[in-house]
């Protein structure tokens, strides 16, 4: 269309004589390609943002296919996933990942990824960021943006006396996903910018933190999570109160109703 309006207008051209466009030609040009411009831009910026989904996934496949080689070379046990406070961070001597993303000189420094026990499986360091995620730290972009389920890797959820969860199971060895089938059961998951700190993503079955560790919705207001077979899924948010980061969320919240389904089993 655009190439016939150019034709159109030198015929015109040629017409008077040389006399060559006037004003009202060309602002009808420009008014076109304007127009086709913001049509194309839409499209152009949705399939840039489903690049970035569709490798965001690429690298959560990457993370659940490190964690089962590990464990096949480890005796079945899966790395080893614990808060990085108190007196459990003195305990954790295989940790999947090393570093606290709130701390400025951790979020920048790739060593703590290289430090973590998945990366002689997963060696690249940019597989451990979510490639949507521009979070930066002194103008620096943060190394890590994804977590592992705190239901998986140590058996801490079900030590912690201010944390009771009656009846639900942790895992730390691939042997006992059996309970629940590892299809149903998701590992690691891209984590908000704004709850990020350590490797450890808090889901609290009996709802007394909803959404202390936030989803992040970097993928048109969804998030990517693997689950412990290998396979990627993409869950989008729908309940607002998954956008206030500040607070919990309701324990109705049926994002956290979802999660909560594949998180652990009694």
Known sequence: MHDWIICSLKTQDRNRG????????????????????????PALSSA?????????????????????MYSADNDGKLAENRPL?????????NAWI????QSAKDAT??????????????NQAEVYRCPADQTMTNGVLRVRSYSMNSWMGSRYMEQQADLTQRGYRTFVKD?????AGPSRLWMFADEHQATLDDGFFLVTMDDSFPFASRPAWRHERAYGL??????????????????????????????WLRLKQVTTVR
Do not use: W
């Open 98 to 101: 090393t570093g606290n993303m």
């Open 48 to 68: 840039k943002a489903k690049g970035k989904r569709i490798a965001c996934g690429n690298h959560l496949h990457q993370l659940a296919l490190a964690s089962q």
């Open 18 to 41: 040389g006399a060559g466009f006037s004003l009202i030609e060309i602002l009808v040009v420009i008014a076109i390609v304007a127009m086709l411009a913001s049509l194309l831009l």
């Open 226 to 255: 693997n689950f412990a077979d290998g396979h990627v899924e993409t869950y989008r948010l729908r309940d607002p109160g998954s956008f206030q980061i500040f607070d919990y969320a309701s324990a109705r919240n049926t994002d």
């Open 85 to 93: 406070t108190g007196q459990a961070a003195l305990l954790t001597t």
């Open 175 to 179: 042997a006992e996903l059996a309970a």
């Open 109 to 122: 420094n790739v060593n703590l990824v290289r430090l973590g026990k998945l990366f002689p499986y997963a």
